[in-house]
């Protein structure tokens, strides 16, 4: 049974960081395609980053782009993603998602959901 945990969410003051993890189990991590993605309170989910198969390529969404890195460990079935000089506005319930995909694009169609952490910016 494929499954994704994604974990490291909380409270960060602005300016601060926190690195999310997404835990994959259940199918060949090293062949599907892996996206970011989060929805704030009263707003359409947003794909925010994504990471090919083998870390073929990266994508970023403009409102992350140097801010945010994507990054996977294929030997730990893991993907992370560490943000950087956080914002009140990254505020909201990340997401990660899977796909068999060697290259990975930004406002593709996922077919595999985790269960969100929640990720809160705020003095």
């Known amino acids: 049974q494929l499954q994704l945990v994604e974990s490291g969410g909380g409270l960060v003051q602005p300016g601060g960081s926190l690195r999310l993890s997404c835990a994959a189990s259940?199918?060949?991590?090293?062949?599907?395609?892996i996206g970011w993605f989060r929805q704030a309170p009263g707003k359409e989910r947003e794909g925010i980053s994504c990471?090919?198969?083998?870390?073929?390529?990266?994508g970023y969404a403009d409102s992350v782009k140097g801010r945010f890195t994507i990054s996977r460990d294929n030997a730990k079935n893991t993907v992370y993603l560490q943000m950087n000089s956080l914002k009140p506005e990254d505020t909201g319930v990340y997401y990660c998602?899977?796909?068999?995909?060697?290259?990975?694009?930004?406002?593709?169609?996922?077919?595999?959901w985790g269960q969100g952490t929640q990720v809160t910016v705020s003095s």
């Open positions: 259940g199918f060949t991590f090293d062949d599907y395609a």
């Open positions: 998602a899977a796909e068999p995909k060697f290259w990975c694009f930004m406002g593709e169609e996922y077919d595999y």
């Open positions: 990471i090919g198969s083998r870390s073929s390529n990266t």
